[in-house]
């Protein structure tokens, strides 16, 4: 017997926690799925611009993860080993550090995690307080890190945080350079009173701040709004905490493989990090994270970090697969092409309409900023976030058959983060319809701004 959306949405709805989140503005249950596209169980068919929040680099069920995960079961090789190693893992250690910056991979050591990214942070963060022997870390403002306790801890959004009592102590946020909503009033060089400041906090005896463990940012804020940090700035910072002896953890779940035009969001700036963090795309769509890092602050004894699943064959397998894949067919290349279209096809909109403040982001990793024009902006020229005007557009795109997730300041930014693999018959598919979901939620809000939730 089929059954429909409702039938699986009231079913979750009695029995999944109340901390589900995605299917209350993403209300389907997906059946059948494959490259860009998915299918509802009502036989609705979506362009998917989520992705599994950018975990799938080469979309749904792509025929060489297929493939791996195939060739790897009926090879008669384990599928967990813990941290034993087998000639799967050997493979896709030597992939991936194949793949990073030689500067940094030839003197780098690699920890695998337990399989979420927020995992890996922790892991980042164990690793930098027992090499430095330092008990704080600095963070950013819009920073997203994951949602386990030390994790969320380096997060910046408040509400989640505002529940959970205990979160790890000594952990300082800095400004991060946001032009839109610049923290300092003045717009695109508020990077280098950011980066000034930051080095004064590490410098000053009398700055109240003890030197952390660690420093962790994100080169491309994903959750915190689509936000790409300034090179200078970038640049700025690996000078500041390289003088500081504060080791710096790069942040790369969402922005590794590919997806800003680049093999690693690092390379735009050409710095050299102490650690990266990946998740997501490197597991070929299965759960897979691992940290690498400096040899320098390899001081960790025996059995400091474990994790049961620090040994999923399958995610190597499909993770070797991708990034095989990504390199062979240079798809950071295709996807800053694609970026770059796409983000003209944005702009293109945001001309036509009245309620998008700003569209920004590198690659395959977009934003655009949704806003009240009706209230005055402020000295910059920019507009008050439209939280409410953001959800409906969310709305009319599911309506139309495009899957986008929400980000940024009050959830007023709408995220793209499609598949690596998608074509310019996609990107203008995606961009007609989220045209037309502006649009209608647009006159909804003028006509009837009560019901624009309904």
Same mark, same amino acid.
């Given at each position: 017997?089929?059954?429909?959306?409702?039938?699986?949405?009231?079913?979750?709805?009695?029995?999944?926690?109340?901390?589900?989140?995605?299917?209350?503005?993403?209300?389907?249950?997906?059946?059948?799925?494959? %490259?860009?596209?998915?299918?509802?169980?009502?036989?609705?068919?979506?362009?998917?611009?989520?992705? %599994?929040?950018?975990?799938?680099?080469?979309?749904?069920?792509?025929?060489?993860?297929?493939?791996?995960?195939?060739?790897?079961?009926?090879?008669?090789?384990?599928?967990?080993?813990?941290?034993?190693?087998?000639?799967?893992?050997?493979?896709?250690?030597?992939?991936?550090?194949?793949?990073?910056?030689?500067?940094?991979?030839?003197?780098?050591? !690699?920890?695998?995690?337990?399989?979420?990214?927020?995992?890996?942070?922790?892991?980042?963060?164990?690793?930098?307080?027992?090499?430095?022997?330092?008990?704080?870390?600095?963070?950013?403002?819009?920073?997203?890190?994951?949602?386990?306790?030390?994790?969320?801890?380096?997060?910046?959004?408040?509400?989640?945080?505002?529940?959970?009592?205990?979160?790890?102590?000594?952990?300082?946020?800095?400004?991060?350079?946001?032009?839109?909503?610049?923290?300092?009033?003045?717009?695109?060089? +508020?990077?280098? !009173?950011?980066?000034?400041?930051?080095?004064?906090?590490?410098?000053?005896?009398?700055?109240?701040?003890?030197?952390?463990?660690?420093?962790?940012?994100?080169?491309?804020? +994903?959750?915190?709004?689509?936000?790409?940090?300034?090179?200078?700035?970038?640049?700025?910072?690996?000078?500041?905490?390289?003088?500081?002896?504060?080791?710096? !953890?790069?942040?790369?779940?969402?922005?590794?493989?590919?997806?800003?035009?680049?093999?690693?969001?690092?390379?735009?700036?050409?710095?050299?990090?102490?650690?990266?963090?990946?998740?997501?795309?490197?597991?070929?769509?299965?759960?897979?994270?691992?940290?690498?890092?400096?040899?320098?602050?390899?001081?960790?004894?025996?059995?400091?970090?474990?994790?049961?699943?620090? %040994?999923?064959?399958?995610?190597?397998?499909?993770?070797?697969?991708?990034?095989?894949?990504?390199?062979?067919?240079?798809?950071?290349?295709?996807?800053?092409?694609?970026?770059?279209?796409?983000?003209?096809?944005?702009?293109?909109?945001?001309?036509?309409?009245?309620?998008? +403040?700003?569209?920004?982001?590198?690659?395959?990793?977009?934003?655009?900023?949704?806003?009240?024009?009706?209230?005055?902006?402020?000295?910059?020229?920019?507009?008050?976030?439209?939280?409410?005007?953001?959800?409906?557009?969310?709305?009319?795109?599911?309506? /139309?058959?495009?899957?986008?997730?929400?980000?940024?300041?009050? +959830?007023?930014?709408?995220?793209?983060?499609?598949?690596?693999? !998608?074509?310019?018959?996609?990107?203008?598919?995606?961009?007609? /319809?989220?045209?037309?979901?502006?649009?209608?939620?647009?006159?909804?809000?003028?006509?009837?701004?009560?019901?624009?939730?309904?």
């Amino acid at each position: 017997m089929e059954h429909t959306n409702s039938y699986y949405l009231n079913s979750q709805s009695m029995r999944e926690s109340n901390a589900r989140s995605y299917p209350r503005k993403i209300p389907i249950a997906i059946t059948h799925a494959q %490259g860009v596209m998915i299918k509802d169980a009502d036989g609705k068919s979506y362009i998917d611009c989520l992705a %599994g929040a950018g975990t799938l680099a080469l979309g749904h069920n792509h025929p060489v993860m297929v493939e791996a995960i195939h060739n790897t079961i009926n090879s008669g090789l384990p599928l967990h080993t813990l941290d034993l190693t087998t000639p799967l893992k050997e493979q896709f250690v030597e992939e991936l550090l194949s793949s990073l910056p030689y500067e940094f991979a030839s003197r780098a050591k !690699i920890q695998f995690c337990g399989p979420s990214g927020a995992d890996a942070v922790e892991a980042a963060v164990k690793l930098v307080k027992t090499a430095t022997g330092r008990r704080g870390m600095m963070s950013f403002h819009g920073g997203y890190h994951g949602m386990t306790n030390g994790a969320l801890s380096l997060t910046g959004n408040l509400n989640p945080k505002s529940k959970v009592a205990g979160l790890m102590p000594d952990v300082q946020f800095m400004p991060y350079p946001y032009a839109y909503r610049c923290p300092f009033g003045i717009g695109e060089q +508020g990077h280098k !009173i950011s980066s000034r400041y930051i080095d004064h906090v590490l410098s000053d005896p009398e700055s109240g701040c003890l030197k952390p463990a660690g420093m962790i940012m994100e080169l491309v804020q +994903g959750e915190g709004g689509v936000i790409p940090a300034p090179i200078e700035w970038v640049r700025n910072i690996r000078e500041v905490a390289t003088r500081q002896d504060v080791p710096l !953890i790069i942040d790369e779940v969402q922005t590794g493989l590919g997806r800003t035009g680049k093999l690693y969001a690092l390379e735009h700036a050409g710095i050299m990090p102490d650690v990266v963090v990946l998740s997501k795309a490197i597991g070929g769509s299965l759960p897979l994270a691992v940290i690498v890092y400096d040899e320098r602050l390899d001081s960790w004894e025996p059995g400091a970090h474990a994790g049961t699943f620090r %040994g999923h064959q399958l995610g190597m397998a499909t993770g070797l697969a991708t990034i095989r894949f990504v390199r062979e067919n240079r798809l950071e290349e295709h996807a800053e092409v694609m970026g770059s279209y796409f983000k003209r096809k944005l702009e293109a909109i945001q001309v036509s309409t009245s309620c998008i +403040g700003e569209v920004r982001g590198l690659g395959l990793m977009l934003g655009a900023e949704i806003v009240n024009k009706d209230v005055a902006p402020d000295q910059l020229g920019s507009y008050i976030a439209y939280p409410e005007l953001a959800k409906r557009i969310q709305l009319e795109c599911v309506k /139309r058959g495009l899957i986008v997730e929400l980000g940024g300041r009050h +959830g007023s930014v709408v995220r793209f983060l499609p598949p690596l693999i !998608i074509t310019e018959e996609h990107v203008e598919q995606i961009c007609e /319809r989220f045209h037309d979901a502006v649009l209608e939620a647009e006159a909804v809000v003028m006509s009837k701004p009560q019901e624009v939730l309904t």
